[in-house]
């Protein structure tokens, strides 16, 4: 079997969906039925594989995104589970960054819920899957459902199964699918999850089905004609026109193909929790989700580094098949294995014992353990090969690898890198994911100034391990700061910090996370020194949330400073510019280390903050002039970091007072209530919390405007069978009195909102925020701060 088959078997896949969806069942199921173990755990016994953290087991909520390998039908899957909570929405944004396809669960009697919809916007760019879960439940509704997913998340569908029902006691119970492909019923043993009845829609057992299938297929073929010629030719010619009579083969193919170009997402159906549909979900896995090779390029830093895809080695960077190229994109800190870093491999092969080279940092380690995630059992391997997920793990690594960070090695040579020096792609990053920035903060102090130590020490492990927590100084009143995504990050942060991590701290009340931002562009400051190291730099406000990491432009190039909106921007230098990444740069020191040497300068002064309340200072560009100089022959950066902080720090003292303006995080707000409701809730958001309504919609529309109407209609013409348990549902003649309620507010207005929610509808209403950006504080807030 050559590489190339290797790497066209492999699936790495997502796992997304809203809060208790199913995920973590429908993954331990998936385990159990690809044969990688034996019995599956349950969340409500705190056993499950993926949830392995203590307070994963102990919340029946998954926190981290957890990574299993397992093989079906003659594939290999790498699948990552990820947490549907939007506080650790960055795990979800981590995860995307190295998958190449996803699987969205959706509850059946939910439907699409607000984080659905946002980590489907995440996930726009890959092929998905939907999986409507829960078909047990009372008021599961599968059309419902499908329907939802056409309006609100705007995706044509395939209906790859539908379910069937059978009477229990005068009540319809789900039983299984009709398979619309392979032309199957397919009914799943209650008592026994190993026995699944497979029979042929045709038989006459089976009449009472053969209307729906012969609709669905009809439906099947309709919309896969609209985007593949190569259907609509078997379809006249080798089924006759006739749509029973097409190949499962051929639909499949077809499927496949729609799939990969992103323009429709096959549906399938089932319970997770009690057994069914699992195994058709694992065929849709391997049968319609990209491999490696059909996805697009990931974004690198180098602008002009050619990419292929090759038949026997994959991707390829600058036409060099002996170049490794990974990304880390997760960190844990094991008790027993010490630090693990999963990492994706894009090209070349990673392999243990070899040299690599950090080109994010710029340091250069030995790998002295490779680890694949086979189920939850790790396996020590040899190497990992192009498009694979896997862990480096062994003391080498201590230290010297962060998420985000990517490592070159030569796949041939043990160490080879000497051979990469002079070339370009010796400087290749894969772009990393910028954090968002975080919204809430906690102070953490030593019980005792000698546990001092032992607290960095805690921190730090927490930052690497999740790099949306922040750890800053506030210089004024020297107290530590750990800031995260939301209040339940941060007290899982806090519990892992005093009982995990052993640290003996204090940690203060949450409190949100402000920061400050300069208003009018300043001046520009010229500066050299003795040895001829000259920078001419300004400051200027940012006025988008740019959230990118590298942003080329014709005369200048934007490197994100991490978390805070806040960027280097380097003008084209007329002298240099042109060989940037060629083997004639001119000058002894190379051009990463003058771009990397800058952003730490920036990075510290950004820190300081501003003049007001000494608040991190957020979406700031610092410009730095085309016309600076370096003496051909420096070696050291030492002069480019001094020189630059000098010239920052004098740009900010500069800045009046009235030059800066306070932040504060703004969050967009979902509310679902009852008719009856409607009223106070309003009246509540606009008089007590500042909030600004956007709108108010039937629960059903989708608020995303115009395309919503077209795929309206799409959903009108969609066949769809009868919801058969819809009428018992809870929430069935409820929903037509739900009202959708979109609104934005500040977070501080919003904290422990749940529980004036709840007071105000009798625990009718839902909610849900999602971050929206930083604005600036108006006169009367700004007051009432600064005296707080
Ligand atoms: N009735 C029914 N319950 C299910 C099904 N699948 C999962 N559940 C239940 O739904 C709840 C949430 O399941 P999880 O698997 O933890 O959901 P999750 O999406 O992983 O949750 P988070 O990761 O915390 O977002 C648990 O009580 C499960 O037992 C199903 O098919 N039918």
Redesign the pocket.
């Known amino acids: 079997m050559g590489i190339f088959n290797a790497i066209s078997k492999l699936r790495n896949i997502g796992i997304i ?1 809203h ?8 993954t331990e199921r998936l385990l159990y039925y690809a044969g990688k173990i034996s019995r599956f755990g ?3 016994t705190g056993d499950t594989t993926t949830d392995y953290l203590p307070q994963e087991r102990a919340r ?3 926190i981290q995104n957890a990574t299993v390998s397992f093989p079906w039908n003659g594939k290999n899957i790498n699948l990552i ?1 990820t ?3 939007m506080d650790f929405f960055f795990e979800v944004i981590k995860a995307l960054k190295v998958l190449d396809g996803c699987v969205v ?1 959706l509850d059946a009697v939910s439907g699409v819920e607000s984080q659905t919809e946002n980590c489907w916007n995440l996930a726009s760019h890959i092929p998905k899957i939907c999986f409507i ?5 009372v008021g599961a509704g599968f059309s419902r459902t499908v329907k939802e997913v056409i309006w609100k998340l705007n995706s044509r569908v395939v209906l790859v199964n539908v379910p069937i029902f059978a009477k229990v006691n005068s009540e319809e119970q789900f039983v299984g699918v009709l398979d619309v492909v392979n032309r199957k019923v397919l009914k799943w043993d209650p008592n026994e999850p190993d026995n699944i009845d497979v029979s042929d829609v045709s038989i006459p057992n089976n009449k009472e089905f053969l209307e729906q299938f012969t609709k669905s297929r009809e439906s099947m073929v309709e919309t896969l004609s609209m985007f593949d010629d190569k259907l609509v030719e078997s379809f006249l010619e080798d089924a006759e026109g006739d749509y029973l009579k097409l190949n499962p083969e051929i639909l499949n193919e077809s499927i496949r193909r729609v799939t990969l170009q992103n323009k429709i997402t096959p549906v399938l159906c089932g ?4 057994n069914i549909g699992v195994q058709p979900l694992l065929d849709s896995i391997v049968n319609y989700l990209p491999s490696p090779l059909d996805v697009k390029y990931p974004e690198i830093n180098l602008k002009n580094l050619p990419m292929k895809y090759q038949s026997q080695a994959g991707l390829v960077f600058n036409n060099n098949k002996s170049l490794c190229a990974a990304l880390a994109f997760k960190v844990i800190h094991d008790p027993i294995r010490g630090m693990m870093v999963f990492v994706r491999v894009y090209s070349g092969t990673l392999k243990n014992g070899h040299v690599v080279h950090n080109t994010t940092t710029g340091e250069t380690f030995k790998i002295g353990k490779l680890i694949r995630m086979n189920a939850n059992m790790p396996e020590e391997i040899w190497q990992l090969g192009t498009g694979e997920i896997g862990v480096i793990t062994g003391t080498s690594i201590a230290g010297k690898l962060s998420t985000g960070d990517t490592i070159i090695s030569d796949s041939l040579k043990r160490d080879g890198l000497k051979s990469l020096n002079r070339k370009p792609e010796f400087n290749l990053q894969i772009n990393p994911i910028v954090t968002p920035p975080p919204v809430f903060t906690i102070s953490v102090e030593p019980k005792t100034l000698g546990n001092k130590k032992s607290m960095e020490n805690a921190l730090n492990i927490l930052i690497t391990e999740d790099p949306s927590l922040h750890v800053t100084k506030d210089a004024e009143l020297g107290q530590t700061l750990l800031s995260g995504m939301g209040e339940l990050h941060l007290q899982i942060a806090k519990n892992r910090l005093l009982n995990e991590l052993n640290a003996d701290v204090n940690v203060g009340k949450v409190m949100v996370s402000y920061k400050e931002t300069i208003n009018e562009p300043s001046d520009v400051t010229i500066m050299e020194n003795e040895n001829k190291v000259k920078f001419s730099i300004a400051i200027e406000p940012i006025q988008e949330d740019l959230s990118e990491n590298i942003i080329h432009k014709d005369t200048e190039t934007w490197y994100s400073l991490g978390s805070d909106n806040n960027y280097l921007v380097m003008e084209k230098n007329q002298k240099f510019s042109d060989h940037l990444e060629d083997a004639d740069w001119p000058l002894q020191i190379p051009y990463n280390t003058i771009v990397h040497s800058l952003m730490s300068s920036c990075i510290v002064i950004l820190q300081r903050g501003g003049k007001l309340r000494n608040f991190p200072l957020y979406a700031c560009a610092i410009r730095v002039k085309g016309d600076w100089e370096i003496p051909l022959d420096m070696t050291s950066p030492v002069e480019i970091l001094t020189l630059s902080r000098t010239i920052l720090t004098k740009i900010t003292n500069e800045v009046q007072e009235e030059g800066y303006s306070v932040l504060e995080p703004l969050m967009n707000l979902t509310i679902g209530v009852m008719g009856q409701d409607m009223g106070s809730v309003i009246q509540d958001l606009t008089s007590a919390r500042s909030a600004n309504v956007l709108s108010i919609d039937e629960d059903i529309i989708s608020s995303s405007g115009e395309k919503s109407l077209e795929f309206q209609q799409i959903a009108e013409n969609q066949y769809l069978p009868p919801d058969l348990t819809l009428n018992n549902a809870r929430l069935g003649n409820d929903s037509v009195s739900k009202k959708i309620i979109k609104a934005t507010a500040p977070l501080k207005e919003i904290m422990a909102y749940s529980n004036k929610l709840r007071s105000l509808t009798q625990g009718r209403a839902s909610f849900d925020t999602t971050y929206k950006g930083m604005i600036k504080l108006n006169q009367e807030r700004l007051r009432i701060l600064l005296n707080e």
């Open positions: 969906a809060i208790d969806a199913g995920k973590t069942t429908t349950d969340v409500h029946g909520i998954t589970d947490p549907g909570h669960i879960n829960k078909m047990d439940r319970s997770a929790f009690k």
